[in-house]
């Protein structure tokens, strides 16, 4: 262990690292919060803890529990699901898939797809619904958004098959099954969560719109961006940085080289377009130093 309190080698971080078990909406309380690749210098700093991660409970001297205001946020979120549930004829009380989905988002690997991740999607979903008549059915598109991510394996074995969107909308088809939701629409929902893997072509305009949400992040503010980068080097921690920053860079790269920009929908290319691309830029430029 580095004697310095502000320093350590990636080696030594990945021993220091603890984590609290409480989880306030899958934000998970961390002593330590070093989530960037290696600096030239070889080590990376200790004390940076990122807003992605409540400040409240995220601090070098330990976790917290969850303030009464966040109580309230978790309580408001399972509200907005089960009214999600009763709207497409779900003949549960909705309380069992809730707490599978929590269940889900707050497995110990995830850092950025956790529940607040689902919430910032939902916020970019109200604003769409807010332009009124851009979507087929809103409903598909938000429970589609509900589970795109809720199988999210990053192992070495996981990433050489590329079935985590096979297996999230594999999970949705059973729990609506079992939950007596008519076939066709979950049917159509599934067909949304598919190609959120950003390889295959979105499902009609419903699923342009599930996409460009899930890459909502890539055109937030830089600060926002940069700790996402952090959040996903994270659930990758396993990887070396040189092998990390590689497939990152293609993964980015790709998003930058789309013909008709990373966007698809007019709404999301006015909104986060030209930011969207200034981030990938940088992000790609820091990713080769490690190269």
């Known amino acids: 262990m580095s004697t310095n309190p502000f320093w350590c080698s990636v080696g030594e971080w990945r021993n220091w690292q603890t984590r609290d078990a409480q989880n306030v909406r899958g934000r998970k309380p961390v002593k330590v919060r070093v989530l960037s690749l290696l600096p030239p210098n070889g080590k990376i700093s200790v004390s940076r803890v990122s807003s992605s991660v409540d400040r409240r409970t995220a601090t070098t001297k330990g976790g917290k529990m969850p303030t009464t205001e966040e109580k309230k946020e978790e309580m408001q979120l399972k509200k907005r699901w089960l009214a999600l549930w009763k709207r497409i004829g779900g003949k549960t009380d909705g309380d069992a898939e809730w707490a599978e989905i929590v269940a889900r988002y707050a497995e110990s690997h995830r850092m950025h797809h956790v529940l607040l991740y689902i919430e910032h999607c939902l916020r970019e979903l109200d604003e769409v619904k807010a332009k009124r008549n851009l979507l087929i059915n809103p409903d598909a598109v938000e429970v589609a958004l509900w589970f795109h991510d809720i199988v999210n394996d990053t192992t070495a074995e996981a990433i050489s098959r590329k079935d985590n969107e096979k297996k999230s909308a594999e999970l949705w088809l059973k729990i609506a099954k079992k939950g007596q939701v008519p ?27 599930v996409q460009d949400i899930d890459l909502a992040i890539l055109g937030r503010p830089w600060r926002e961006f940069d700790d996402y980068e952090d959040q996903i080097r994270f659930e990758y921690s396993w990887a070396s940085d040189e092998d990390f920053a590689k497939e990152r860079k293609e993964i980015l790269g790709k998003f930058l080289a789309r013909p008709l920009g990373i966007y698809t929908t007019q709404f999301f290319k006015e909104k986060y377009e030209m930011q969207a691309r200034r981030n990938l830029k940088y992000s790609i430029a820091r990713l080769s130093d490690h190269l």
């Open 183 to 209: 076939e066709a629409f979950r049917d159509y929902v599934a067909k949304l969560i598919l190609p959120t893997n950003h390889s295959d072509p979105a499902y009609g305009l419903d699923g342009r719109y």
